[in-house]
């Protein structure tokens, strides 16, 4: 999709925990909490509170208010998307909530885009979240359980990013957005989902690069989601399968947010990846002059406690939106 009337980012806001504040980027986050519960009950209210404080703070950035948006998008990975239904209840705007797993908010940027594009909205607030103790309670084993990760696991992002989409303004912009198709090449290891979403991942660039026409260096940082360093990997061996060689432009957010000596193996993961280094990290990046086009592909493993105690293999999906600085140039 190539958005004629490109919809501008008028402001982006992120909050993360205390593990994302004490990695590289900490200090590119507007809020680092102290704790996990962040003075709540548990940690899934803990996440519904940062999520709403995420929005409200993007929101504010944009000198709008909750009567100025037209929609919110917004999605999680909790359970029925609880944390985005419940920070809609507090918001009351007109509410999709959105499941692309860990791919969410790429999804959501470029279905806020499709609106905006067409001439359905003027604003859109979009976002995603997630927190480590309720990704772990769901997904794996509950953290108080100690049980020993794999190597290639992946450290679940707690915290949540949110970006302000207008018809006009001042801003980077959307230009384009390739959606990706379900991909599953059989990876059944749920301590390995950086491996299950490279295939997704690398065949929604390769479409990308094809439909517009460009090579890999027409983007100053091309990253994906949470693939972490073993999905990395594989993503630049498929697309040399293509001959398609990925230069070091290419990164990914679940290496970006985390240091190696912060223990977290293989890297981050969850909804909040790829948000809050796009909203901390890359927007800051641009509106700084040091990268003017960005191709974010938000990954996600489709999988659930069910299917996985089923035997079911893992499906990844991605989806790619690209952002040029308003100035042009590489």
Same mark, same amino acid.
């Given at each position: 999709?190539?958005?004629? @009337?490109a919809?501008?980012?008028?402001?982006?806001?992120?909050?993360v925990?205390?593990?994302e504040?004490e990695?590289?980027?900490?200090d590119? /986050?507007?809020?680092?909490l102290?704790?996990m519960?962040y003075e709540? !009950?548990?940690?899934?209210?803990?996440?519904q509170?940062?999520?709403?404080?995420t929005m409200?703070?993007?929101?504010?950035?944009?000198?709008?208010?909750?009567?100025?948006?037209?929609?919110l998008l917004?999605g999680?990975?909790t359970?029925?998307?609880?944390?985005?239904?419940?920070t809609?209840r507090?918001l009351?705007?007109?509410?999709i909530?959105?499941?692309?797993a860990?791919?969410?908010?790429?999804e959501?940027?470029?279905l806020g885009?499709?609106l905006?594009d067409?001439?359905y909205a003027?604003y859109?607030?979009v976002?995603?979240?997630?927190?480590?103790a309720t990704?772990?309670r769901? /997904?794996?084993?509950p953290?108080e359980?100690?049980?020993?990760r794999?190597m !290639?696991? @992946?450290?679940?992002?707690?915290?949540a990013?949110?970006i302000?989409? *207008?018809?006009?303004?001042?801003?980077?912009?959307?230009?384009?957005? &390739?959606?990706?198709?379900?991909?599953?090449f059989?990876?059944?290891?749920?301590?390995?989902?950086?491996?299950?979403?490279?295939?997704a991942?690398?065949?929604?660039?390769?479409?990308?690069? @094809?439909d517009?026409?460009?090579?890999?260096?027409?983007y100053?940082?091309?990253?994906?989601?949470d693939?972490?360093?073993?999905g990395?990997q594989?993503?630049?061996?498929?697309?040399? @399968?293509?001959e398609?060689?990925? &230069?070091?432009?290419?990164?990914?957010c679940?290496?970006?947010?985390?240091?190696?000596?912060?223990? &977290?193996?293989?890297g981050?993961?969850?909804?909040?990846?790829?948000?809050?280094?796009?909203c901390?990290?890359?927007?800051?990046?641009?509106?700084?002059?040091?990268?003017?086009?960005?191709? *974010?592909?938000?990954?996600?493993?489709?999988?659930?406690p069910?299917?996985?105690q089923?035997?079911e293999?893992?499906?990844?999906i991605?989806?790619?939106?690209?952002?040029e600085?308003s100035?042009g140039?590489?």
């Amino acid at each position: 999709m190539a958005f004629q @009337q490109a919809p501008v980012i008028l402001s982006h806001a992120s909050i993360v925990g205390p593990k994302e504040g004490e990695g590289p980027l900490g200090d590119v /986050f507007d809020k680092v909490l102290e704790d996990m519960y962040y003075e709540e !009950s548990t940690w899934e209210k803990a996440e519904q509170k940062i999520f709403l404080e995420t929005m409200k703070l993007a929101l504010a950035k944009a000198q709008l208010t909750t009567d100025d948006m037209d929609y919110l998008l917004a999605g999680d990975l909790t359970n029925q998307i609880i944390t985005a239904n419940f920070t809609a209840r507090s918001l009351a705007i007109p509410f999709i909530g959105l499941y692309g797993a860990c791919s969410t908010m790429y999804e959501s940027l470029a279905l806020g885009s499709m609106l905006i594009d067409g001439g359905y909205a003027k604003y859109v607030l979009v976002g995603a979240s997630s927190h480590f103790a309720t990704a772990e309670r769901q /997904f794996r084993f509950p953290t108080e359980q100690g049980v020993q990760r794999a190597m !290639s696991a @992946q450290r679940t992002v707690t915290g949540a990013g949110a970006i302000v989409l *207008g018809a006009q303004g001042e801003g980077p912009r959307i230009t384009h957005a &390739t959606i990706g198709k379900v991909i599953d090449f059989g990876q059944g290891d749920a301590s390995d989902m950086g491996s299950a979403m490279a295939p997704a991942a690398a065949d929604t660039f390769l479409r990308h690069l @094809q439909d517009r026409k460009i090579s890999p260096d027409f983007y100053s940082i091309i990253a994906t989601g949470d693939l972490g360093k073993y999905g990395r990997q594989l993503v630049v061996k498929l697309c040399e @399968q293509q001959e398609v060689f990925l &230069t070091q432009s290419y990164t990914d957010c679940g290496i970006l947010i985390f240091d190696e000596s912060q223990d &977290t193996h293989a890297g981050g993961s969850g909804c909040g990846c790829s948000a809050v280094v796009t909203c901390g990290h890359l927007l800051r990046e641009m509106e700084q002059g040091r990268l003017t086009r960005i191709l *974010g592909i938000g990954t996600g493993a489709l999988l659930s406690p069910c299917s996985s105690q089923q035997g079911e293999t893992i499906p990844g999906i991605a989806h790619a939106v690209a952002i040029e600085a308003s100035g042009g140039g590489r």
